[in-house]
């Protein structure tokens, strides 16, 4: 099932400032970023983050449900109902980035003075209930729930049983000394289904701004990719954890993915361009 945007996402959604003309509406514009603490993160064996433990990306993929942003009047202006921020090593099996599956998404908006960024991290319950029961063979790559982006998990044939909210894989140097290959793997898929906790839920980013026709507001959300597993509040051994897919039976498991959706909410920040 195509999940239709709110607002349509204008076709340069791959350029950060696309220049407005007077007449034209308002656009805000968000670039997603990662960072190793204060360094740029780019997914890649060949790119190791020094963090407590040496490592690199290869994947982090993780849906924005229901992004909207704030007026300071108190009413809501809609954005997208569901789209995919994206950051793979290259890979050939990951579809090409598009207007649902990027790191840098454009939107067209009224005019007016606005205070926050509204948005949960996944796949939204109400979007979700729709899924769980009805058949589906559709192959859309501007449907986020496209299999070809590897979040849904099909347990039958053209089923959309179980939504992955968030999908990494990692790989790290796990030893004391920090002297060896980079090379244990982890996947962590971090999901919402019937047996497991409901991991959504929304959060506001503040972005105090005010626009008229012809102007375009640019702003920068980035992961500090370091802080979701070496943060001091609430870190997480990857020396004893394996990696999870949150199955129903995997207690620890859960609270692993319990863990990494905080710690990933916890490490968004927002900057105006």
């Known amino acids: 099932m195509l999940v239709f945007m709110l607002l349509i996402m ?70 997208s109902n569901l789209f995919l921020v994206e950051y793979n090593a290259g890979s050939s099996v990951a579809p090409a980035p598009n207007a649902i599956f990027n790191t840098q998404f454009n939107f067209s908006i009224p005019a007016g003075s606005y205070t926050g960024i509204k948005f949960g991290i996944g796949v939204p319950p109400q979007i979700l209930d729709t899924l769980k029961h009805w058949h589906y063979a559709y192959n859309i790559l501007l449907d986020p729930l496209d299999v070809e982006y590897g ?31 980079v090379n244990r793997e982890y996947s ?13 839920y929304e959060m506001v980013l503040p972005d105090v701004f005010t626009v008229v ?4 507001h640019n702003v920068t959300i980035n992961l500090d990719y370091n802080n ?5 509040s609430n870190p997480i051994n990857l020396r004893t954890s394996v990696g999870t897919d949150m ?20 490490s968004l920040t927002l900057k105006q361009n």
């Open 10 to 79: 204008s076709e340069d959604s791959c350029k950060k400032d696309a220049k407005a003309t007077p007449s034209s509406p308002p656009q805000y514009s968000i670039d997603f970023t990662l960072s190793a603490g204060t360094v740029p993160l780019v997914p890649g064996p060949s790119n190791v983050a020094a963090a407590p433990l040496r490592y690199f990306l290869t994947t982090l993929q993780y849906y924005m449900g229901y992004t909207r942003l704030e007026k300071a009047d108190g009413t809501e202006v809609p954005l």
């Open 151 to 181: 979040m849904p998990w099909t347990m039958y044939p053209n089923v959309y049983n179980i939504i992955r909210d968030i999908a990494i894989d990692m790989t790290a140097d796990t030893s004391k000394a920090q002297n060896q290959t």
């Open 188 to 200: 962590f898929h971090l999901l919402n289904d019937q047996d497991t906790v409901n991991l959504y």
């Open 213 to 216: 026709n012809g102007d375009n």
């Open 228 to 232: 979701v597993f070496f943060n001091s």
């Open 247 to 266: 199955d129903s039976n995997d207690s620890t498991g859960i609270v692993l993915g319990e863990k990494i959706n905080r710690n990933i909410h916890n």
